[in-house]
């Protein structure tokens, strides 16, 4: 069964940097358009980072851009996410999403991972 693992979550403080990484099994990684969403308490998860398969397109929310860095590399069926930068406002739960369509839409990620706790302390 295809698995999506997390890690690389904490607590850091404002200006601070973290890693975030996501292994994939059980799907042909390179086939699949790749995604970094998180909810904040009380809100809409949102995609924050996303790569396609062709590796054509990459998409960053506003919010981010300039800060985090979507990056991933096929042989090792990984997906990161570097943060810079860190904001209060980035707090939240992430969670990396597996896609097999060159498309952003949120309906059309169709794997998910359990999410790793984010905690940017002013």
């Known amino acids: 069964q295809v698995q999506l693992v997390e890690s690389g979550g904490g607590l850091v403080q404002a200006g601070g940097s973290l890693r975030l990484s996501c292994a994939a099994s059980?799907?042909?990684?390179?086939?699949?358009?790749m995604g970094w969403f998180r909810q904040a308490p009380g809100k809409e998860r949102e995609l924050v980072a996303g790569?396609?398969?062709?590796?054509?397109?990459?998409y960053y929310a506003d919010s981010v851009k300039g800060r985090f860095t979507i990056s991933r590399d096929n042989a090792k069926n990984t997906v990161w996410l570097q943060m810079n930068s860190l904001k209060p406002e980035d707090t939240a739960v992430y969670y990396c999403?597996?896609?097999?369509?060159?498309?952003?839409?949120?309906?059309?990620?169709?794997?998910w991972g359990q999410g790793t706790q984010v905690t940017v302390s002013s």
């Open positions: 790569n396609t398969w062709t590796n054509t397109r990459t």
């Open positions: 999403a597996a896609s097999p369509y060159s498309d952003f839409r949120t309906n059309l990620f169709r794997y």
């Open positions: 059980g799907l042909t990684f390179s086939r699949f358009t």
